[in-house]
C-alpha cells in the first residue's frame, strides 16, 4: 500500500469513528419513561386546612382589663374551668355595700315590728343587741371565710394543671387541698354559730314581741319594701361580679391567648381561643367540575406541612355541595387521621381523595403527550430515532393519563429536555429515565 492510499484509509477510519461517535452521542437530548401497565389509584389532590367543629372564642360579657389569667397556650380545660378575671375591685365593694344596706333595712324592719312599753323593752333591747352584734360579726366572718374558700378552691385547682404538667410537686398541690379543707370546715362550723344566732334572735324577738301595744302596718310595709330592694341590690351586686370571672364554655384545648394581663377584654374583644380536640377536621377546598367524582367514605392520604414525611390515612366525612362563585370550589370534610399525632387548628395539609382504584392499566406522565391540530400523540423510542405515535386517552389526575390505546407494555416514550425540540424521525440521545 502506497503513502497515498494509506493516507486515505486513515483518514476514512477517523472519518467512521467520528461518524458512530456522532451517532452515538449527538441527537435531540431526551428523557425516556418504559411502559409497564400496573395498578392504579385515581385521585383528587387538594390543599386545605386543620379546622375544628367545635373552635371558640372565649370572652368577655362586660369591658374590662384583665386582672389574672389563669391558663396558658396548649393548656387543656375542662367545660366552666376558670380562665382569667377582670379587675374586680369596685365590684367586689358594690357587693359589700349591697350586704350592708341589706342588714340595715333587715334590722330596720325588725325595730319596726314592736312599740314596746319602755320597762320591758329595755332588758330585751340588751338581749336583741347582743344577738346582732354576734350575728354580724358572724355575718362579716362567713363572707371573708367564703372569699377566701373561692381563692383557695381557685389555687387548688390551678395546681392540679400545675402539677399534671409537672410544675409543681404533690406536695404543694396537698397544701392547697388541705387549706381548702380547712375553709370548708371553717365556714360549715361558722355556718353552724349563724343558726344558733338565728334561734337566739328569734327568741329574742319573741320576748320583745310580748310588749308589743300596736303594730305600725304602714311603716312596716315600707320597712319590708326597703329590705326586698336590699335584697335584690345583693344579687344584682353579686350577679355583675360574675361577670368578672370568665370560664370555659366546653371542654378543649387553649390554642391561643390573644389578649394579655392588663389588656381591655370585651364581647368583640377575645381573650383566648379553645379548640375540642375530639372535633378536629380536615377541611380541603375541591374543583366544582371534581365534584360528580367525590363521595362520603372514599379514603384520603394526607401529608402536613408539620409532617412532610410522613403519610397519614383518613377518609371522607363530609360534602359541602355548594360552590364558592368566587373560587369555583366546595368543601370537602375529611376525618382526622386515626394516627396518633398534635394537630393545631389552621395548619396547612394536602391530601388525595381516591375517587376510584384499577387492574393492570397503562398510565403515563401527562407531559409526554402532545396535543396539537385535534392529534394526541407521543414519540417513542426506534432504535436511536423518535417516531410519532397516536393514541387514545382518558383523564386520569393532576400529572397522569390513562393510556386506551396505541401503546403496549415495554414501549419506551420520550420527552424533549428541551420544550418543543422533538419532531418526528429525530435522531435522539437519552440523557435519563423520567421518575413519575
Given amino acids: 500500500m502506497n503513502k497515498k492510499q494509506k493516507i486515505i484509509s486513515i483518514t476514512s477510519a477517523v472519518l467512521l469513528i467520528l461518524f458512530i461517535l456522532w451517532f452515538i452521542f449527538d441527537g435531540v437530548p431526551v428523557e425516556a419513561y418504559k411502559i409497564a401497565p400496573q395498578d392504579a389509584i385515581k385521585g383528587v389532590t387538594v390543599t386545605g386546612t386543620v379546622k375544628s367543629r367545635e373552635d371558640t372564642l372565649v370572652a368577655s360579657s362586660i369591658i374590662g382589663n384583665i386582672d389574672k389569667f389563669y391558663v396558658k397556650e396548649g393548656d387543656y380545660v375542662k367545660a ?52 346582732k352584734q354576734k350575728f354580724s360579726i358572724l355575718q362579716f366572718t362567713i363572707r371573708k371565710t367564703k372569699l377566701d374558700l373561692q381563692d383557695a378552691k381557685i389555687d387548688e385547682e ?49 320576748k320583745l314581741s310580748l ?33 368578672f370571672v370568665i370560664t370555659a364554655p366546653v371542654t378543649g384545648i387553649i390554642t391561643d391567648k390573644i389578649l394579655h394581663t392588663g389588656d381591655i377584654a370585651s364581647p368583640t374583644s377575645p381573650i383566648a381561643r379553645l379548640v375540642v380536640p375530639e372535633l378536629i377536621y380536615l377541611s380541603m377546598e375541591v374543583e366544582e367540575n371534581e365534584m360528580k367524582f367525590i363521595k362520603k367514605g372514599q379514603k384520603a392520604f394526607a401529608v402536613f406541612d408539620a409532617y412532610p414525611d410522613r403519610v397519614f390515612y383518613c377518609s371522607v366525612r363530609d360534602i359541602v355541595k355548594q360552590v364558592n362563585p368566587l373560587t369555583g370550589t366546595f368543601e370537602v370534610k ?103
Fill in 158 to 206: 390551678r395546681y392540679e394543671n400545675l402539677e399534671e404538667a409537672g410544675a409543681v410537686s404533690k406536695r404543694e398541690l396537698e397544701q392547697k387541698t388541705l387549706k381548702r379543707k380547712e375553709l370548708e370546715n371553717t365556714l360549715g362550723e361558722t355556718q353552724e354559730q349563724i343558726d344558733v344566732s338565728l334561734d337566739e334572735i328569734k327568741q329574742a324577738k319573741e
Fill in 211 to 243: 310588749t308589743i301595744q300596736k303594730i305600725k302596718m304602714q311603716q312596716i310595709k315600707a320597712a319590708k319594701g326597703r329590705v326586698k330592694t336590699a335584697l335584690g341590690d345583693t344579687e344584682s351586686a353579686k350577679a355583675r361580679l360574675d361577670n
Fill in 334 to 436: 375529611l376525618t382526622k387521621p386515626k394516627e396518633n399525632i398534635n394537630l393545631d387548628v389552621g395548619m396547612t395539609v394536602d391530601a388525595t381523595i381516591i375517587t376510584n382504584k384499577y387492574k393492570n392499566i397503562i398510565v403515563i406522565p401527562t407531559d409526554f403527550i402532545i396535543q396539537k391540530d385535534g392529534e394526541i400523540y407521543v414519540f417513542t423510542q426506534f432504535g436511536f430515532w423518535a417516531q410519532k405515535t397516536y393514541i387514545k386517552i382518558d383523564n386520569f389526575d393532576n400529572n397522569r393519563t390513562k393510556i386506551i390505546s396505541g401503546l403496549k407494555k415495554g414501549d419506551i416514550i420520550l420527552k424533549s429536555v428541551e420544550k418543543n425540540k422533538l419532531k418526528n424521525n429525530n435522531h435522539i440521545k437519552i440523557i435519563g429515565d423520567y421518575k413519575l
Fill in 80 to 131: 366552666g374551668q376558670l380562665i382569667a378575671t377582670l379587675v374586680r375591685t369596685e365590684q367586689i365593694g358594690d357587693v359589700e355595700s349591697a350586704l350592708g344596706r341589706f342588714d340595715t333595712a333587715y334590722w330596720e324592719l325588725e325595730d319596726l315590728l314592736t312599740e314596746p312599753r319602755q320597762q320591758e323593752v329595755e332588758i330585751a333591747k340588751v338581749e336583741v343587741s347582743k344577738t
